[in-house]
């Protein structure tokens, strides 16, 4: 285990509950620091910040869900032209 230098538990205190990005100077790859209770949720699949969910949020679960049902498929795309019809017409 490496224990975390000053500058490191100063980033992590200032950021409060934001985890903090790191970055490796020599390879550019960033890395966060969060708590490992934190982490032990999210690799569980059981993350929920028991919030409701944000309009980014729902946009992103509707685009994934319309995505998944072929809604991208090139033959779907006769949709797009089609005049909507009105509730009175049969």
Do not use: H
């Not at 950021?15 to 970055?23: G, M, S, T």
């Not at 809604?71 to 909507?84: A, F, L, S």
């Amino acid at each position: 285990m490496i224990v975390l230098s000053k500058e490191i538990q100063k980033a992590i205190k200032d950021a409060q509950e934001d985890p903090v990005r790191l970055v490796d100077p020599e390879t550019n790859v960033e890395y966060v620091v969060l708590p490992v209770e934190t982490f032990e949720l999210m690799r569980k699949g059981r993350y929920d910040d028991d919030g409701p969910l944000t309009e980014e949020e729902r946009r992103y679960i509707l685009i994934q869900a319309g995505l998944r049902a072929g809604w991208d498929d090139p033959e779907m795309d006769v949709y797009n032209d089609m005049v909507p019809r009105r509730c009175d017409e049969s």
